[in-house]
Structure formats: C-alpha cells, structure tokens
C-alpha cells in the first residue's frame, strides 16, 4: 500500500482545564505498568471569590501540546498520543495495531477545534496555509464534526508497517541498528574511506534484506555474533536461531536461483563468511574446519557466477569484490626455500606426484603475501591479501586438503600465521592458533621440521614478531602506517579493481565480463565468466626459475 500523508496541524492548548495522562513506565512484554493523571488549571480557571485555597502558591501551567490527530486506540483509551509514524509509542509498547483518522476526518476535527477556541496569538504560516486549505474545501465540507468511534470503519486507514516479517522486539533492531553504524565496516578495507562502498554496505543491503528474509537473517546472526564477541549478553538461543535460518535460507535461495533474489544472493555470500567463522570459536567444532571455511569461501565465485554480471554492476555490489592483483611471476621469488624444496622434492611414485603442479601454483599465491610484507609493510592491501587468499587457491588444492595430505596441511599452516596479522577483523579472530595446532598434530613428527616457524608463531601475538618468523629475519622492522596514511594510501585507488586469478583487470562491459585488455582491442572479444572469475584457476607453468636457483 501506498504512503498516505496526513496533514497535522498544531494546535495551541486552550485555556479550559485538562487532564494529562503520562506514561510512567512500561514493562518488557509491552504492558502499560503505571499511569500518572495530572490535573493542571490554567490561571483563567481561578474562581474570583476568595476560598481556603486561595493563599496557596500558583504554579504556571506546563507547557505541551495537545494531541488532536492521534490513533484510533489512543482516542479509544484516551490516552495522549504522540503520533509518531507509523506505529504511535502507546500502540508499539501494548503491541497493538495502530491507525490513524483519514485526512478528511483529522482536517475536519482540527477546523472544528480551533472554530470554538479564542485565538490568542498571530497566525503561524502552518496555520495560515491550513486555513486556506480549508476555506479552499468549504463547499464539501459544510459543517465539520469531530471523530466519534461509530464511524470507524470509514475514517481510519491502516499505515504500512516497514519492518520485515518476524522483526517484533527490540534486539531485532537493536542487530539492526548495530549491523548499519558498526559491524558494516568489517567486510571491506575501504568502509569508512569511500562514501561508495559504505553506502553499499549500509543502504542498499539493507534495503535488500527487507525484500529477502534470508539475507535479513544473516544480519541477524552477523551482528549477534559480533555483539557476542565484544561479551555483550545476546542470548546464545537467539543467535544459534538467526544461524540456522541464514544457513537454511541461503541453501534454498541458491537451489531456487529466483533473480529477484540475486541481489540479496551476492551479500549473503559476503556476509556468510563471517557467520561461518562462528565455528572456529566452538569449543566443539569440528577439527580442521579450515577446510570447510574453504568451501563457503568458494561460494562467492558461484553466487559471481549464478548472477548475470548486469546485475552485479546495476546493484553497485562489484565494489565489495575488489581485491588487488597478483604478479604471479614475481611472486613466486618471494617462497621460502623450505617450501619450494618441499614440492620440488617429489619423487616417482610418490602419491603427491600428480599432483606436483597444484602445489606449485598453491606457493605462487603464498609468496605473494610474502612479496607484499617485504615490499610494502603492514598495510592494508597486506590484510585484503591475507582474508582474500582463499579466492585464489587453485580448485585441485581443496580435495587434497580434505585428504589431510601433510604437503597440503603444511601450506595451510603458513597462511594461518600470516592471518594472525588481521587481529583487528573481529571474524578472523581465533582462527589460527587453533588450526594450527590441530595441523601439527595431524601431520606428525615426520613433518615436523616444516613446521617449526608457524610452532613459534603460536607462541607470539605481537605482529612484527610473527613477521620476522615468517621472512627469518629477526633484525627487519616492517613499515607500518598510521591511520592517517592508511586512510590516504593511494594505492586504495590504484591497485584494487576487478582480477581475475591470472591478475588480468576485468570489466563489465554492455553487460559482459571482459578483460580491460580486449576491451581496448579490435576484436572485442568477450572472455566466458567462468574463465575470468573461477575461483581455482589452473596456472601452467611450473615454477622453473626458482628451483634452478634452489639447486
């Protein structure tokens, strides 16, 4: 239904004796628990003659306004309403619904009113437009009579109600709010440094998420888990029911593939990666759930890939999915020689050995959080790395991870050590230590050289320590910035935009995905989505180069 607007004229308390009723207090369930009458008298209400009373100190009436166009249920109780839109307070606290006079009828009792008081002061210019207003509709409404309940049915209108189904209390509002002025921030580096991005994230989601009941449930469990993990008391059985139906909601959004859906489709897949990080912090979790986070990470390239990249632009969402490129070439000179002896120590016949180019391209990616650290510090382009890095993992590397191969475990546990530099993303908290640990213990002694750095960064919370372990230089000091120039890094502009894997910048172009590249050239040739956005691209070529200098 469409908004109806109601004109409310204010109208100056008379001069005759009132009754004020006031809310006192209200108790959880919405009961009205206590009510104050006060019965005030305005000076011209003073008897001439002289009584017992008379001697007492006067007190000046305090001033209000009285509520002539309020709700239906107020003017049935007869209480004062405060009018408020769409749900009057008095009717949100009794849970009741609210309606309000038409405007023909709150017009007509308002001119009623003020044809029987004595005006005691100039005209306000809302007053002096309504008057006209009114003198304009005189020949239809001849003799205006007040509001009487008999007439009910054919002067009160229901106003929409903008809440979604099922937000009825106060901590849904309460994740609600939080959600828009905090917790938005944690889902992409440029919140609060691009006016783009934070209208993305706090308005159009939202706004989403009120037409997809599955992506307001996953604000419900983001928040609840962030409040949580600031120990705020949200009960653990609310948060556990937003959970179940993010989960349930989002898997059958996804099997239903509705394109009215596709828009609040590509922010749960977003926000689904902080709700699913709740099970690191279970005492109970499942062990080595690294792998499983995986997953859900892959789950953004098939939303990416379910979506027409119309849609992604049309929604301004592709802002969310910028990350910055990858000089795979350069980047593998940055692996650690371990590492690089690892792979390259794989011999025929050994179970790995199909699987040898896999890992290579595995220790690409690796070196380049290595190669960002070395050349740049800490910064955060080093953190959208490091929280972006199972975008990039090659598709054959998660059924061998599965396998609980120790190579594939070993690479694992040395990106852990890199996410403890991200302590300030409340949902990478509490990961590492934990899947590094339970990686230790599942790949053995036989492996155990291999992990003798991430065994020392489970000792060490203090970053520069980590990244010193990391790059086996005790004496290096990392450049760090402050949160000036982290706000004014020019390289937020420069290097994030659309990659795919190889680190080619893509584009939507007249609504296909295209490679900057052929977009400049003659040909035009459109590259196929699933090409330019798979998340586990295949690298060809062996990392030739860095074994030769290794031997």
Avoid at 32 to 38: D, E, G, I, M, Y
Avoid at 156 to 172: G, H, K, N, Q, R
Avoid at 378 to 395: A, G, Q, S, V, Y
Wanted: aromatic fraction near 8%.
């Amino acid at each position: 239904m469409d908004d109806l607007e109601v004109d409310i004229l204010d109208i100056d308390a008379g001069s005759s004796a009132e009754l004020d009723w006031n809310f006192i207090d209200a108790d959880h369930d919405g009961s009205v628990s206590q009510l104050r009458a006060t019965l005030e008298f305005d000076s011209s209400s003073r008897h001439s003659s002289e009584t017992p009373d008379s001697h007492k100190p006067y007190h000046t009436k305090r001033p209000h306004k009285k509520s002539r166009a309020g709700c239906q249920q107020c003017k049935k109780r007869k209480v004062k309403c405060d009018e408020a839109r769409p749900t009057c307070k008095a009717c949100r606290l009794r849970k009741e619904k609210c309606v309000y006079p038409t405007t023909a009828s709150s017009t007509a009792l308002v001119a009623c009113s003020k044809s029987n008081s004595t005006p005691t002061s100039a005209p306000t210019p809302a007053s002096s437009s309504s008057s006209s207003s009114s003198s304009s509709s005189s020949s239809s409404v001849s003799s205006p009579q007040p509001y009487h309940e008999s007439n009910a049915h054919s002067l009160v209108i229901t106003e929409p109600l903008f809440l979604p189904y099922e937000m009825t209390d106060a901590l849904d509002m309460k994740l609600l709010w939080f959600y828009t002025t905090t917790g938005y921030r944690f889902f992409s580096i440029q919140s609060g440094r691009s006016a783009i991005v934070d209208h993305v994230l706090q308005v159009e989601v939202v706004k989403h998420a009120f037409q997809s009941p599955f992506l307001m449930n996953c604000l419900m469990a983001e928040s609840s888990l962030h409040l949580q993990n600031l120990n705020q008391p949200i009960p653990s059985q609310r948060a556990a029911n937003y959970l179940s139906k993010a989960f349930k909601g989002y898997r059958d959004a996804i099997e239903a593939a509705n394109p009215h859906d596709y828009p609040a489709l590509i922010a749960t897949s977003l926000l689904m990666i902080a709700v699913s990080s709740q099970m690191f912090r279970d005492p109970d979790g499942k062990p080595l759930y690294v792998i499983d986070w995986m997953q859900v990470w892959r789950g953004i390239g098939l939303i990416v890939d379910m979506v027409s990249p119309r849609v992604l632009q049309e929604t301004g969402m592709a802002v969310l999915f910028y990350r910055p490129p990858v000089d795979l070439e350069k980047a593998a000179t940055y692996i650690p020689n371990n590492l690089l002896f690892m792979v390259a120590s794989i011999k025929p016949g050994d179970t790995d050995e199909e699987h040898q180019q896999t890992y290579y391209d595995m220790l690409k990616y690796l070196g380049s959080l290595y190669q960002e650290m070395r050349e740049h510090g800490f910064n955060p382009i080093l953190d959208l790395r490091i929280i972006t890095f199972f975008t990039f993992i090659p598709k054959d590397f998660i059924p061998l991870a599965k396998e609980h191969r120790p190579r594939a475990l070993v690479l694992l546990a040395y990106h852990l050590c890199f996410a403890k530099l991200t302590p300030d993303v409340w949902w990478m908290s509490g990961i590492a230590d934990r899947e590094i640990r339970q990686i230790c213990e599942e790949v053995g002694d036989e492996w155990s050289h291999l992990l003798r750095v991430p065994h020392m960064v489970l000792k060490t919370n203090d970053k520069t320590e980590i990244a010193q372990l990391l790059i086996n230089n005790r004496n290096w000091t990392p450049t760090e910035m402050d949160q000036y120039e982290k706000d004014r890094n020019p390289r937020l502009k420069t290097d994030l935009g659309l990659f795919d894997n190889d680190g080619e910048e893509i584009s939507i172009y007249q609504g296909q995905w295209k490679r900057k590249s052929s977009i400049a050239s003659i040909t035009h040739q459109v590259t196929d989505l699933g090409e330019l956005l798979d998340p586990f691209p295949r690298i060809p070529s062996p990392v030739t180069n860095a074994i030769s200098n290794l031997s």
